[in-house]
């Protein structure tokens, strides 16, 4: 009896043992962890937030100024928040030195969601630049015929009255369009391809997001139990099947300069990519990696001000006419171009619903120095906070008033010149603009397919606009904009959100 006591006072001892330097290594693991953290942010910078439960919020507010950086920590990694007096200055410091490339995918953690190919290749970007941006109007003459061919497909039958998801509606046919540019009809037409394309996304920001919210060492074993990243293994699959098809037939046709029909940006990147990044595994992974524009961001916010209904239906409708005249169609790219209205409505949207809350970001791939001696190590993660900017009623006037027409106004408050640097080119929508528009980034680094991204944004509202009407489901329509979610520094509209759509009985 002594002895088989003495045994499990020796074994209980063992066991503590074992939990007390499992413990004592966590503790470890996590001082090693910030203190890694701590050698990457700038010298001397306040960390946002209480230093403690007791601390009165006034000693907060006085430890923060308004033009002075300061730390703000995520789970997995710090940001250190740059006063936007900062960002002219960084707007051309070379990629090589701060990389928004490497802030983004560091973000996505690449290593775990397989999207290596976004971290050390720019193929992407390049053909985004040299490829759709001057080539606008024949990509954009692409989209509507995809559009066409897909509009009663996503649409659901309406005549009358009918609740819908617009948001999935939007993304149906924001993925439609994204496939038939990049990939062909092969694509655009396979429901299951256009499925991957959108889920595709969906996947990869939910691993990051789960893995992005414990320590880096202990992703090792967290990611084994994701669902989201094994669905991603079968989206390759999927992608690697269609890219295989596509490049196939590319081989087997003699004259691709001359085929629109068969246009598309795979072929330009198989024309100019390393021997790498033509592999199958990475063109797969390029064309299943995309981002849906916000058409429905609008349309909330059209329903909660439908006095605006009647004035962006006139200038759709007074464009249309002006610029077809006597040719068989619209050239959409000048088109888009002069909806002047709904571009401002389109800005105000980005405003007060910005997609990232802190933007432009950048990480320190060297050690760089700022003019007034502010010392940025390598590993920095630096950022500007672009909605808090924007909502600035020094910048903004009457910056929590939703006003559309708030860009409009500016762009026609002084003539306009030749330059790109006036008020008439500054307040629109694909512009990136220190106090209008930090939406797509800023400087050297914006992103390249914005021109693209806001012109298919115009093709679709203007449709919809002239096709439908839209109301709130409450009582009389009335209704406010859904709430708003964040996952750390991303914000989506609540996925819930429904809209009441009528095809329009117009006399």
């Known amino acids: ?12 001892a063992t066991t503590t043992r074992i939990f007390a330097a499992g413990a004592v290594m966590l503790v470890v693991l996590s001082l090693i962890s910030s203190w890694r953290r701590n050698k990457k942010n700038i010298a001397d910078v306040p960390i946002h937030g209480y230093t403690s439960r007791f601390e009165p919020t006034m000693l907060l507010q006085l430890r923060f100024f308004k033009n002075v950086p300061f730390i703000v920590r995520r789970f997995d990694t710090d940001y250190n928040i740059l006063p936007i007096k900062y960002l ?104 299951e391809w256009l499925k991957v394309s ?50 196939k037939s590319r081989g087997e046709r003699k004259s691709l300069e001359d085929d629109d029909s068969s246009l598309s940006l795979l072929d330009w990147m198989l024309d100019h990519g390393t021997e790498q990044e033509k592999e199958l595994s990475e063109m797969a992974n390029r064309q299943s990696f995309t981002t849906s524009t916000n058409t429905a961001t609008f349309l909330f916010e059209f329903c909660a001000h439908p006095e605006w209904f009647p004035m962006l239906r006139e200038e ?67 950022a500007f906070a672009n909605s808090e900017h924007q909502m600035d009623p020094e910048i903004t006037p009457d910056p929590t008033t939703f006003d559309p027409m708030r860009a409009y106004r500016a762009r026609h408050a002084t003539p306009g010149n ?44 203007a449709r919809l606009l002239m096709e439908f009407d839209f ?21 989506f509209m609540d996925p819930r959100a429904r809209l009441m759509m009528r095809k329009r009985k117009v006399a």
Not at 429 to 441: M, P, S
């Open 1 to 12: 009896m002594v002895t088989y006591t003495i045994d499990n006072l020796l074994a209980a």
């Open 88 to 191: 002219d200055e960084l707007r051309w410091v070379s990629p090589s030195i701060l990389s928004s490339k490497i802030a983004t995918t560091q973000n996505m953690l690449y290593e775990w969601t397989d999207l290596h190919f976004l971290h050390r290749s720019d193929l992407h970007a390049h053909a985004m630049k040299r490829d759709p941006t001057p080539n606008l109007s024949k990509y954009l003459q692409i989209a509507a015929k995809e559009v066409d061919y897909g509009w009663y497909l996503d649409i659901p039958p309406c005549d009358d009255w009918v609740e819908v998801d617009i948001q999935e509606i939007s993304r149906k046919l924001v993925a439609r369009m994204s496939a038939r540019i990049f990939l062909g009809e092969t694509a655009s037409r396979d429901p």
């Open 198 to 247: 959108q889920d595709y996304t969906i996947d990869a920001f939910a691993t990051a997001f789960m893995l992005r919210m414990v320590p880096t060492w202990m992703r090792f074993v967290l990611a084994r139990f994701i669902p989201f990243r094994y669905r991603l293994r079968q989206h390759r699959k999927k992608a690697e099947q269609i890219v295989a098809d596509k490049m």
């Open 316 to 382: 759709i409708e007074e464009v249309a006419k002006t610029e077809k005249g006597n040719e068989s169609e619209v050239d959409i790219k000048r088109w888009h171009a002069r909806l002047e209205k709904m571009d401002s409505f389109l800005l105000e949207c980005f405003r007060v619903h910005p997609p990232v809350l802190l933007s432009p970001q950048r990480v320190a791939l060297q050690p760089f120095t700022l003019k007034d001696g502010t010392y940025i190590p390598k590993g920095c993660r630096i």
């Open 418 to 461: 030749s330059g790109g640097d006036d008020p008439y080119h500054r307040n629109q929508a694909i512009q990136t603009d220190i106090n209008n528009n930090l939406t797509f980034g800023y400087g050297s680094q914006a992103c390249p397919g914005r021109f693209l991204g806001v012109a298919e944004i115009k093709l679709l509202l």
């Open 471 to 491: 109301k709130y489901p409450g009582p009389g329509g009335k209704g406010q904009v859904p709430r708003t979610m964040t996952a750390d520094e991303n914000v």
